[in-house]
């Protein structure tokens, strides 16, 4: 059992930079494939970012590929999103989802985590 709790949204301006953390409790923490996903009024759950368990691997979304960096501390069980040049269309609420998975297509899926965060606004202004 894995718990999520997200932090470091706000509100910002079009170019500016956010730093979004996962605090995660359990023991299983730094087993799990950890994802960050979004979600804008009106639309689906989207894939953000996941990272591997040891860190080694990690995937973006094409739309924020160069502009977000995902990481993670397992000593301190926590997972970070660096956000730069951020656009008004980056504007959602946020998750961060946790899970035993490792294949790419799995590590993308929403629908393959089975732990998630309650969300982070995140609000980017033009």
């Known amino acids: 059992q894995v718990q999520l709790v997200e932090s470091g949204g706000g509100l910002v301006q079009a170019g500016g930079s956010l730093r979004l953390s996962c605090a995660a409790s359990g023991r299983t923490f730094s087993s799990y494939t950890m994802g960050w996903f979004r979600q804008a009024p009106g639309k689906e759950r989207e894939f953000v970012a996941a990272?591997?368990?040891?860190?080694?691997?990690?995937y973006y979304a094409d739309s924020v590929k160069g502009r977000f960096i995902i990481s993670r501390d397992n000593a301190n069980k926590k997972v970070y999103l660096q956000m730069n040049s951020l656009k008004p269309e980056d504007t959602a609420v946020y998750y961060c989802?946790?899970?035993?998975?490792?294949?790419?297509?799995?590590?993308?899926?929403?629908?393959?985590?089975?732990?998630w965060g309650q969300g982070t606004q995140v609000t980017v202004s033009s």
């Open positions: 989802a946790a899970d035993d998975l490792s294949t790419l297509p799995t590590m993308m899926g929403r629908y393959e985590y089975a732990y």
């Open positions: 990272i591997s368990w040891s860190g080694g691997r990690t």
